[in-house]
Nanobody, 115 residues
Framework: QVRLVESGGGLVQAGGSLRLSCAAS????????MAWYRQAPGKQRELVAR???????DYADSVKDRFSISRDNAINTVYLRMNSLKPEDTAVYYC?????????WGQGTQVTVSS
């Protein structure tokens, strides 16, 4: 089992930056992949960025060149650095862990980008 706790969301102006953190309750080295998803009001949850335990990264087209996912294995934490934020990035951001054939989710953190 994996417990995930997100932090770092908030209100920011367009063009600003935020860094989200996701702390896992177990070693992330043992987790197949960690990812960030987001869900805006009235929309489906979508994949934002993903990092495998081998270090390969994938990004949604809408965030490429603006967002960066990284991990610190020593403290079992995954980050999402978000630069050049746009109002359309406004959503609840969720951390996800793909572990032992199951998906685990955090409680989410709100990101609001004002124009």
């Amino acid at each position: 089992q994996v417990r995930l706790v997100e932090s770092g969301g908030g209100l920011v102006q367009a063009g600003g930056s935020l860094r989200l953190s996701c702390a896992a309750s177990r070693s992330i080295v043992s987790i197949n992949a960690m990812a960030w998803y987001r869900q805006a009001p009235g929309k489906q949850r979508e994949l934002v960025a993903r990092i495998s335990n081998g270090g390969s990264r994938d990004y949604a087209d809408s965030v490429k060149d603006r967002f960066s996912i990284s991990r610190d294995n020593a403290i079992n934490t995954v980050y999402l650095r978000m630069n050049s934020l746009k109002p359309e990035d406004t959503a609840v951001y969720y951390c996800n862990a793909d572990y032992d054939g199951r998906n685990y989710w955090g409680q989410g953190t709100q990101v609001t980008v004002s124009s």
